[in-house]
């Protein structure tokens, strides 16, 4: 059974991502407007929209590949202007280095972050002994993952499902502050989306056991996608982005941004339970007919503020002393 | 049939077996009509010389009549001349009956099979030349032209994968090269031979320089186009978020990736690098396959030719199948 987001107390006092009046053209074509997020430590954000309405400019500016062409990308208060190891990515398509096994392709990040180009050669004995760290680490993670039996294959030799498995363990194994997910299972068929979807869910029961135990979640995670029902199943945050508002001429911002029902991996898969919310995100943000202010529906931390202080414990009386 | 339908290997096999049947039976079939028209054109000349004996035969039995008449001492001289002349005229004359009744001339220049194995691959892979400087032709000539064309392939392909990948990977070290190469990569390399001939004295560096003058244009070119065009920007990023610095991402990941087509640019250039070089050879060289190939054509005597032309051949089958084992090898996951 789907429960409502529980209520961090220091959500606004983590913030790993934050977008600033992000706006972006290409000549004479406004892509994004005004774009203002702020992504918590530990949240899983699922960002939909329209095709073409820019979800794939905006994360490419959050990775740093093409930073706007106004306002600001901060990633925990840094200017994300190149893609650095702060940030994993994980791609539809093109996901793997061809030239690579699996096994290989998950310890390439290791290798490339732990050791230089010259230890490896200069000291290669001690680097061999690393290697096999690596490629140890890269194996266990795999077998978790269920492709124990894939490890030494090319990625041609891997069905989609099974290349996208390894994409995501190569992102995950080199533990990024922000993992970034671009429409990673859209050229999945359903068995195998579902699959991906239960282990992002696992994911989430990760940062939400972590906070239980006081401790920093490992995982914040923005996911793209076209997917309405994945969006609300497997994030604990929605983020619209459209370009169908009364000011649609500047281009797309964020017209929908409320918290998502949170799901755990052993509950069953209940989409009625959010068929409402469903209804509004197509209202709010695929309605092309829509003339409305594009701050209606964005209320993720108006909500988070009101749920603290209703959850918050009742203030003493004054002069109660 | 469909375009493109695939056919059993037998048939592939026995089509390619057929194919080249019908070339040896085409060159033994042209072989054979060109020593037929030389040996008829030598009775042609041996029928017009016993001709033209018979007439010199007659003039000299009527000077031997006229002798007969001469006085005592001038007689007895006259008449030893005329019979030592007309001694040789008949051993002219049986000579050339020879000739024509059974003509021995010998076209070299489609060579018969027996004489390309006698007078080519023999005397190719036998020691010739004086006593003091005996040398075994295949082996002096091949070797020559090999260390020329091996150091200047392996400094023509290390300076291009530099450039092309450097041009491939910076847009203003590409927009420096690429203008000269697009133009330098379009002039015929033979048309520049005797600029290096003048420019660099006839020596070994001059073979490599000609060599590498004319690769490089071409394969740095191929190499750029092959980093921007077959490796997606995706990896790229995703390289950066992995850690990899500028370096890295070169060597780690673009090398890597583009390594297959690397070695099929180099094997492609194996064949214009050897005809430039046997142009070379041949134009100024002293030793080595085109000096060779120019002595026999300037006797026209194809024999040697031939053979080195087989052989050649053959070798450049091996060497590329070689270089594709070694392609599939190397990179397992590239495929064919």
Known sequence: MAETS????????DIVLECNNVCHWFGSKRVLYNVNLRVPRGQTMALVGPSGCGKSTLLRAILGTHPPCAGTVLMEGIPCDRPNRDRGIVYQRYSLFPFLTAEENVA???????TSFTFRWLQFWKWAALRRQHRAEAANLLERLGLSGSRRSYPEELSGGMRQRVALAQALIMQPKLLLLDEPFGALDEATREEMQLMLLQLSAENLAARRRHEQPPYTIIIVTHEINEALYVADRVVGLSQFHSEK????TVVYDKAAPLFKPQDPRDLDAFLAQKEEILQAVFDETSVRHYSEYVSF????????KSSAPASPPTGSR | MIIRQPISRAWRIGLGLAAIIFLLAAYTLLSRSRQEAVRAEQRDVAQQKIADLAEDRVRLQNEIQRATTREEGVREKMLMRLERELKELETQETRWRQLAGAPDAEDLTVPAWSQLYRQGLVRACTPQGSFQRKEVWIVHDFWNTAKRLVSALLIA???SLVLGLLMGCVDYVDAFFLPPFALLS????????PIFFVLVQINFKMYIAIIVFSLLPTLAQSISQSVRKDIAEELIFKAYTLGASQF???WEVIYKQILPRIIDAARLQIGPALLLLVAAEWMVAGEGIGYRLRLFYQRTDMTVVFVYVIILG???LIVDYLLIWFRRWLCPWFGD
């Not at chain 1, 001429?249 to 797309?252: D, I, S």
């Not at chain 2, 379009?186 to 031979?193: D, E, G, I, N, Y």
Request: net charge negative; glycine share 6%; proline share 5%.
């Open chain 2, 157 to 159: 392909v290390a300076v």
């Open chain 1, 108 to 114: 390439f990040g290791l290798m490339l972050d732990q």
């Open chain 2, 186 to 193: 379009k002039v015929p390399a033979t048309a520049v031979l």
């Open chain 1, 6 to 13: 529980l209520v961090p107390a220091n959500l606004q006092d």
């Open chain 1, 249 to 252: 001429q500047f281009g797309a």
């Open chain 2, 248 to 250: 890295e991402v070169i």
């Open chain 1, 301 to 308: 931390w108006k909500d988070y503020e009101a749920l603290k």
């Open chain 2, 314 to 316: 053959l070798i450049g």
